[in-house]
């Protein structure tokens, strides 16, 4: 028998203080629900781009007052998967990350092997890999990184629903899955979510439902997140109807 959700995740009310395009945007809530939950004092992103995700992190960490550090780490260069691109990016990205989490966020433009050496063992409570997506790629991301996570931390893949060109995340994750405690979000791209063994129970109600229920309440989660995510790209459509309204009729006033 399923359990209730018996949760009210503070993303129902969340409103995104930058968008761009990125097919993170169908995991923001989640993201920006599990800082509220795990609040991690490091939290590390191999492959930014952008900046959905990691703005959607940092946001979530000023806004709940989260004690941490994100630390986004990617040469803003392009790979064979985004293509090259010039340096507007990186200037957009590093303008808004600190006009707004200036002491929360960093930037690390460097290869992932050369920001390894930077962390301790055990020292990253989230880390989110979203570089490279090749098969070859997303496992040494992994093997790499894996030893700095700490015991009970949370790793994230992006895109282990995407089987498209040579995307190789989704084979990988299914490997994972032998051996870890894991949990999949299908919709989108694809998010997995894995924990790594030991460390302190956190006994958050998203961390338990994440890892700790059966099957059908885990499918009624990833429901719940689908709807989630549409009703926060409503919201936001309706607030963009709104605002251009109110231009306008602003504009009609002055003729």
């Known amino acids: 028998m399923s359990e209730p959700l018996l949760y009210l995740p503070p993303s129902a009310t969340f409103v995104p ?14 993201g920006y629900d599990l800082i509220a939950a795990l609040r991690p004092s490091k939290l ?46 990186f200037n957009e990205v590093s303008e808004h990350v600190r006009e707004y989490y200036r002491g929360v966020a960093y930037l690390l433009r460097m290869l992932f092997q050369d920001a390894a050496k930077q962390f301790d063992a055990d020292s990253i409570d989230i880390l989110h890999i979203d570089g490279l997506h090749t098969y070859e790629a997303v496992r040494e991301d992994f093997e790499t990184w894996y030893p ?7 790793l994230l893949f992006h895109d282990v629903e995407a089987r498209i060109k040579d995307f190789g995340a989704w084979k990988y994750w299914q490997e994972l899955e ?43 989660l990833r429901r719940f997140y689908v709807h989630l995510c549409r009703y926060n790209e409503l919201e936001r459509k309706a ?17």
């Open 17 to 30: 203080r930058k968008m761009v395009f990125s097919t993170w945007v169908d995991h923001m809530p989640f």
């Open 44 to 89: 590390v992103e191999l492959g930014t781009h952008k900046g959905l995700s990691f703005y959607t992190f940092c946001q979530s960490m000023v806004e709940h007052d989260v004690d941490g550090v994100c630390y986004a780490v990617d040469c803003w260069e392009g790979d064979d998967h985004t293509g090259a691109y010039g340096e507007d990016i």
């Open 148 to 154: 700095k996570v700490k015991p009970g931390g949370i």
């Open 178 to 220: 032998q051996d870890y405690s894991t949990f999949k979000f299908n919709h989108g791209f694809g998010l997995g979510v894995l924990q790594k063994a030991g460390g302190e129970e956190n006994t958050h109600p998203l961390l338990r439902l994440l890892f700790n229920s059966d099957s059908e309440t885990q499918e009624r």
């Open 239 to 255: 607030a963009r109807a709104e605002l251009q309204r109110a231009r306008q009729q602003q504009s009609q006033g002055q003729q």
